[in-house]
Every structure is written in C-alpha cells, then in structure tokens.
C-alpha cells in the first residue's frame, strides 16, 4: 500500500519539501496476460512502475504474508455518477436536491450480499477474512500466503526495483471470477510499495520550530533589500532597483482583505468544514486558538471544533521519517496549517478535524468514507496526494467523491508542490511526468498555488503562478553578487528550481462537462510528452495564495532551538496546502452567502467563470516576470543559526524542463480559472 505525502512547503531554502459522465476513465494499459474467459481483470492493480524493465529476476514471488482490502463496488455505479452530476450543476432539474447520507448508502452503497460473496470466494481460496467494512468505501480485508493471494487474484507476484529497493508487484493486473468481479471496485495491498511497521505505542513529539530570519516585510513591498541584516555586506539590485524583502507571513486578515473576503460581510456560520490529515496533534485547539488571539481574530467558540479520531493513538501506524516513512509528528504542522486557514477565512464556521490512523492511502480513504457515510461536513479540504500511478485504489476514490456529491458533499485537494511531478528536474519519487491524485479526480476541486502580493490596506495588489527560482548572494573582495545574472539561463532554472504549484494534463481522465468551453483543446488534448484527439481532464480548477515567500503566519506548539521545551511558536508556511484549506473557507463564506449547501463545486466555479462579468468571481492570474523578492535564512533555521544565507527569489516560473505550467489569459494549467476575486458575491448573485 502506498502513501501519500502532505503537500506544504516551510519557509526554507527550498520548498518541502465531468460532469456529463461522459468524462470515462481511460485506463492505463497494463502488462498484457492471458485471463481466463470467466475471469474479469481489475483495473489499477498493476502499478505502472511494475515494468519489465524494473524486474529484478523471472523467479516469482512466492514467500511471505499479504493482506489486501477488496474494496467493494458501488450498486448502480453509472446511477450514481449520473445523479452526482445532474445535483451538482446549476440548471439542472435536480441542482441541489441532495440525498441523506442514509438515502445514498440505501440506494448505491454496497450491501451486504456483496461483503458476502466476496467473503465466501475468499474463504474458498484459502484466505482469511480479517475484516468487513460496511459502507461507502467499505471493503473486506482478506490475508494469505503470497502463494494464495497469487493464486486468488490469477496474478504472478514478482520482484521489482522501486526508487532504491526491491519491492512485491503483481506482474499483470489482478482478475476475479465473473461472478463477483461486479462487486469489486478496486484491490489495495497487493504490491508492497512501503511497508506499515507496528503501532506507536504514543504520541510522538512535536517537531522544532523554523525561525524566520530578519529582515522580512508585514506587507509586500513594505522594505527594501539593500543590506545583509547584522552585516556590512550590500545586496545588489536587480534591473537597477533595490527588491522587496519577503513577507514575514500574512495574517487571516490580509488574506480576507486581498480576496475581498471581509467586504462580503460573510464568515461561514452554519456551515462544517471538514479537514482531513492524518495523525491528530495533541495542542491543536489551544494553538489555533492562541493563533486567533495574537493575529487579532476570534478563538474558536465552545463547541465550534471538534475531532475525529478513527482509532486510538494505540493504533496509529507510523513509519518514522526514513524511506517510505509517516513521519507522524510532522503532520501536526499540516493540521495546524489547515485549521487555521479553514478558521482564518471563515471564522464562523464549525470545524471538524477527522485524522486518519497512517498516511497511507487506504487509511486516508477511510477518513474520507467516515465523513460521507456520517455526513460530517458540507466542505471537506485535503492537503495531501501523490503521483497518479502511485496509487491502486483511484475507483474506491472516485466512488466516495460522488457518493459525496450526491449528498451535498464538496472535496478540495491541493494539486501539489512539485509542477508536473516531472522526475528529471521536479519529484524524484515519480517515475514519469504526470498530474498527482486525487486532486486530478474530476469529480474533486483541485486548488493549485500563487504568489500574492498584498498591500499595507490588505489591498490586492498583483498576483502570479507560484514558482521560484533562487539565485544565492555571493561574496568576494570585489563585493557582493547574485550567482547568476537575473533571471537566469534555463540551466539555473533547472538548478535552482524551489517549488510550484501542481498542474497539467490527466492522462487517465476524459475531460468533465463542466471543462468544456473553457479549458482550450489545445491545452486539453497536449498530455505529458504527447498529444491526443481526446480531450482529459486538466488541473488545477481554481488557485489561492501558496508560496511560502508570501506565505501563511502560522502558530504550533514546538520544539525551540536545541530541543528547549515546547512552547507556542508563530512561523511563516506556504505550499498548496495552504491554497486547499483557503479556498474551502471561502467555500464557507460562499455557501452562507447562498443559504443553501453548494456540494461539488466545479460545475458552479466553471459557469461562473463563463459569466465572470457578475462581480467579477476570479482574478486571472497570469505570469508576471521580472518578480523578485529577497529573503534570508538562519544557516539552521531550526536553531537560529548564523551566518544567514541570502537569495533572490525570482518568482512566477511554475515547473522546469519540458513539464512548465505558464499562467495565461483565460483558464490554463498553473493556476486554474483563477483565484478569488469577489467569488462569495458572485456565487450569491448566480445562484441566489
């Protein structure tokens, strides 16, 4: 079972780091075999990766334990998505006459009979059932020996090199008897990609704080850099200015002010918003609620927050920080991030963390299926994902995404820190230049990254695709230099690359309904090192404040210098999980504005663009260049260690190399239709 990876860049050096259902999945193919004529093949069982070419001996696999959760189909699946559809787009007939969570399972959740039959076939195959789980997104768990699996799922498990190791993979997709193929939706657990080691026994410690080093700005624009703080050492300008020292971290406030938030009078009271990470931080109310406090805005009120923990810290798996690792304690700092951004722009609005017991991909599904079969929130963010082909189990995915639509339920993922996960030059852990998941789901809103630049009145001044390139500061006796004469040829691009926003093209996807007549079919049908006549889904949707250079004040309980005992921190964040849970606090905003739910989003948000001339919902957002900033940074910035290490950062370069998302007039692959502008109003006035 894979794992997924949080998607937020600190403030260092370097970054972290269809609606007409006609939109159908196209499939990778995988390894071609012979599948007997009463066996049916299932799809996204053989991990892309797994190659000939990887394959490290023809001898098969044939040792060892394997547990997989057969994830079971949704009843009238084609129903299902149709309805999502039809109660997700205004004009339709059927907008917003959601199902109850209870409605959904009844008519298009697994039922028993199903659980049954699967269970029956499994016991027949010598395997045990370990587990049943009821529900949408429900499975049955099944263990073995690797030679029973194999033998259950018609597949030859062989030995492949993956990213330094060697890991088990079904070398063909895995196949199940006719007779209950239809009641499979997806099988995880077959290739053992990363390993879940034994529970924790207690909760780990927090991480340490990042001190941000001096000198840096309240607002953009505020100081100039012209000298190193604490030394004699100039900096030099650049097209013969002094450039902007970075910002400190905005504040909620500026945020509400930059996207016209506050003007709108609305704060997201009556609605829940769910945030789902994994792991649960155990200072996570008092920190947001001192955050509140010290950035002028109100504490959460009793009742207000509530948590989910589906299981106890006993049975939380973590694989520490290595390889393939959870590193639990550090997604405290993704939780605090999401909360109070979800906070910050809806101050109102009820909060429900729901925390999964890993990081991997199945545990994080379950969280997703826990809010959709309790009906949790009307809005749920999610900063985390992977590479597409790094997951198995995309149809359970998509099956709780419309289960979720169905009852009113919309999803927002951030698209990435890494561009187009190109492995030459962006994401070394993806084998091939590719969009990440879920956020490339059409039925979830993908929210991609910007660098904003907010005035001394919160005002919004200009905005552009996140990407930065550094250009370090040097020194000699003849004085100080940047490494590179601005803004650089394409090797320094590619040298000094630090991070993007997520985009591009799904080759997976066919493209939603609600995509057409504004993403271009030229940029629709260009996927990843080609071309197709079929037009694909492209992301992100929409985009909202991400670099970490004009980032988020965030506020956690940490570690200081040299492990001094934890006390309450402010620090500077950014990355597209900064955008996600921003953007679904607005979402808050906008469905208070409305008065009624407004559920998957992205029929709306595309209509709106269509018709932008109302209000004016979203700022096109489009690639500024000659942007730079300069910022320093602690030697360690974990304990405040000098000297400081000085860069401009020349912003608005989304991705390197061949895999580059430019922002463009119109919609495009690096910042979606764009970022909020009056959004709340004209969401008010198009559907009010």
Known sequence: MTHVTRLRAIAAAGAASLLVVGGSLATATAASAKVDPGRRSIDGTHPAWATSKALVSSKPVTTGTVTANVYLASRNASGLATFAAAVSTPGSAQYRHFMSAAQVQAQYGPDASEAQAVSQWATGQHLSVAEVVPGIGGYVQVTGSATAIATAFGVTFGSYRLQGGTVRAPEAAASLPASIAGDVAAVSGLDSATHLMKPADKLPPPPQNYFVAPDCSQYYGQKLATQVPGTSTAIPPVDGKAQPWTNCGYTPAQIRGAYHVGASGETGKGVTVAVV???????????????????????????????????????????????????????????????????????????????????????????????????????????????????????????????????????FFSTGDSGYEDPAYEDGGSDQIQ???????????????????????????????????????????????????????????????????????????????????????????QVPEGSTTTPMRVIPDVSALADPSTGFLVGETLFGPNNSPERFYLSRIGGTSLASPTFAGIEADAQQAAGFALGFANPAIYLLDRANGIDHAFNDVVNHTGVYEVRSNYTDPYNETLPLVTYLRDLGINGTGASALVATRGYDDATGVGSPDRYIQAFQQLVG
């Open 277 to 411: 990470d994994a792991y649960a931080s155990p200072t996570m109310l008092a920190d947001a609620n001192q955050y509140a406090k010290v950035t002028g805005d109100k504490p959460f009120a009793a009742g207000q927050y509530n948590q989910v923990l589906l299981g106890d810290k006993t049975h939380w798996t973590n694989t520490g920080t290595g390889t393939g690792g959870c590193d639990a304690s550090g997604w405290y700092g993704e939780e605090s991030l999401d909360v109070e951004s979800v906070h910050g722009m809806a101050p109102d609005a009820h909060v429900t963390y729901v925390g999964a017991v890993s990081c991997y991909d199945n545990d994080l599904l379950a969280a997703l299926s826990y809010i959709v079969n309790h009906h949790s929130a009307s809005i749920v963010t999610d900063s985390w994902g992977e590479p597409y082909d790094g997951s198995t189990t995309q149809a359970a995915y998509d099956a709780i995404f419309q289960a979720g639509a169905a009852e009113g339920i919309g999803f």
């Open 435 to 525: 969009v990440d998941y879920p956020t490339s789901s059409p039925w979830v809103t993908a929210v991609g990254g910007t660098s904003l630049a907010i005035g001394k009145a919160n005002n919004y001044q200009f905005e552009t695709a996140w990407g930065t390139v550094l250009d370090p500061l040097t020194t000699s006796s003849s004085g100080s230099a940047w490494g590179f004469t601005p803004p650089g040829t394409s090797s320094d691009v590619v040298n000094w690359y630090d991070g993007s926003g997520g985009g591009g093209v799904s080759t997976a996807y066919a493209q939603p309904s609600y995509q057409r007549g504004v993403v271009p079919s030229s940029l629709a049908t």
